[in-house]
């Protein structure tokens, strides 16, 4: 579904993706580690086209991300994103959220978004949050708001940019379970966390990244048993 070959990105001089090669096939969870700065967010922003690739191939189900006769309404429509922050918008209730981007893209009635909606609440566990505002809420369930907004378009491809770090602790485990439940429903999932619990139990693949270039991509049984490289070694003594 998602596919990397020989893709470089730069930020001016600074050469942030070095040569990514990378498939992620449909339902397959992928948890993308490494230290800060190696690359892991710039990544996972080219395949919604947050940021644009400067070389080689990025493909999606099959369309090219970069092509000029690519949509990128289409695209996005079809990727969903949560982010560290949860970006809400603070001014709406919870159902106002998840409902704005299904009707402005889907073109469906008020009606129908809001059942949508509430559906993909209650998979989330907080269907009771629905004329709450993001300030009434826990971080941890402003962030499974943001999950279920995420949902809402129906995507096939869900990207997580370190969805718990900005999480207190306790709240950790109510993200990661619905989470857990997603991978479990088949999602085809992409994810940068520290958190190397989930890695391990959820994760199809793992892959290692350090300065722009991706140095291990290993089942995680095999990543954590005996990382190969030195680097991944080196960073899972410290975060485990
Ligand atoms: P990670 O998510 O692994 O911490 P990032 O992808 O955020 O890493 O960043 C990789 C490197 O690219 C960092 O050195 C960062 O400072 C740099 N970088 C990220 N975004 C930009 C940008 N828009 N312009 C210039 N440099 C950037
Ligand atoms: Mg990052």
Redesign the pocket.
């Known amino acids: 579904m998602i596919t990397f070959q020989n893709v470089n990105k730069y930020?001016?001089d600074?050469h942030?993706l070095k040569n990514i090669n990378l498939e992620v096939s449909e339902g397959e969870v992928v948890v993308i580690v490494?230290p800060?700065?190696?690359?892991?967010?710039?990544?996972l922003r080219c395949i919604n086209r947050l940021e644009n690739i400067t070389e080689g191939s990025l493909q999606v189900n099959g369309q090219s991300v970069n092509a000029r006769e690519t949509n990128i309404n289409t695209l996005r429509k079809n990727i969903g994103m949560v982010f560290q922050h949860f970006n809400l918008y603070p001014h709406m209730t919870v159902l106002q959220n998840i409902t704005l981007a299904p009707k402005k893209a889907l073109g469906i009635t008020d009606e129908e978004a809001k059942k949508t909606a509430m559906l993909y609440l209650e998979k989330v566990g907080i269907p009771d949050k629905a004329n709450s505002y993001p300030s009434q809420l826990s971080g941890g369930q402003q962030q499974r708001v943001a999950i279920a907004r995420g949902l809402a378009l129906h995507p096939s491809i869900m990207l997580f940019d370190e969805p718990t770090s900005a999480l207190d602790p306790e709240m950790i485990g109510e993200v990661l379970d619905v989470m857990k439940a997603l991978a479990k429903d088949g999602m085809t999932m992409v994810v940068?966390t520290h958190e190397m619990g989930f890695a391990r139990e959820v994760a199809n693949r793992v892959v290692f990244?350090d300065h722009g270039a991706i140095l291990e991509d290993s089942a995680p049984t095999d990543f954590f048993a005996s990382p190969q490289e030195e680097r991944a070694k080196l960073f899972l003594s410290r975060v485990l």
């Open positions: 930020f001016g600074f942030v490494g800060s700065g190696s690359g892991k967010s710039t990544l940068v990244m």
